[in-house]
């Protein structure tokens, strides 16, 4: 009984925890002192330190030696890597869907589409309830895109991807105005520009557009642009005053077609 109680504390722990990693409540590089966590969060020594080995095995949490644990940071080598990782995961995945998914696919694809088309970006309305509302539909879009698709593993690698592609989205929604609260805001128009591009409705309706229409080759193409677009606003938000030589989408494609 006493085992049941412990693992339940746990796993709320746990849960707890991670969504606040994941919606950068606990920001990324933020220390994670035990004695802070148990009074914001009601839970003991125990059932904390085990959930923190978790999410450090998920790599949302880094264990410091001598120094504890803090929120993984993010960083543009780390965005890059997840990039490649979700076209050599998520590309086959689309195709596939699309060759696959009949009447029921179109209708879940259509419906996701709308109910992403009646939220307010970032820009629009920087609130916690509207970034979580557009996160939410964001994410019901592109696993509808997907829904047809039939390989557990690849889904369940995707579903890995998008967690911490997520926290580097909410981040990157939030620190341009943190940066220009703190005084620093050189680039600022440009990285909400950037942002408000990235969340616009359009690209996304033309990925639904062309899934529709199974045309393949445009499904392909208008994904690769869609994965670089947090690139670019990664390029804005974070490497305003150092470089910017990456391209968007043009330096993922042509990886994309060297691999």
């Known amino acids: 009984m006493q085992d049941d109680e412990h693992s339940t504390k746990t796993e709320a722990a746990y849960r707890l925890l991670r969504r606040d990693i994941l919606t950068t409540r606990l920001m990324p590089g933020a220390p994670l002192k035990l004695s802070a966590l148990r009074t914001a969060y009601g839970v003991g020594w125990t059932p904390l330190r085990e959930a ?8 949302l949490v880094t264990a410091i030696s001598n120094r504890g ?3 993984a940071s993010v960083s543009r080598q780390e965005l890059e890597d997840l990039a490649r990782a979700r076209m050599v995961v998520e590309l086959p995945l689309l195709l596939e869907s699309i060759e696959k998914g009949g009447s029921d696919w179109e209708e879940a694809v259509v419906t996701a589409h709308y109910r992403l088309s009646r939220c307010k970006t970032a820009v629009e309305d920087p609130s916690d309830a509207s970034v979580d509302d557009w996160d939410e539909k964001h994410e019901a ?3 509808a895109l997907l829904s047809a698709a039939t390989s557990n593993w690849l889904l369940r690698f995707r579903s890995t991807i998008s967690d911490q592609l997520r926290r580097h989205h909410r981040f990157l929604g939030l620190a341009p105005t943190l940066r220009a609260a703190e005084g620093q805001k050189q680039g600022y128009e440009e990285a909400m520009a950037a942002l408000g591009e990235a969340q616009s409705i359009g690209p996304h309706t033309a990925l639904m557009e062309a899934a529709l229409d199974r045309d393949l080759d445009k499904a392909k193409a208008l994904m690769i642009d869609h994965i670089g677009y947090t690139l670019h ?9 150092g470089n910017k030589h990456a391209a968007r989408a043009g330096s993922l494609r042509s990886k994309s077609a060297a691999e």
């Open 69 to 71: 644990f803090t929120v």
């Open 233 to 241: 606003v990664y390029v804005h938000t974070e490497d305003y005053s």
């Open 52 to 59: 923190l080995s978790r999410l450090e095995a998920e790599r």
């Open 141 to 143: 879009f592109h696993s």
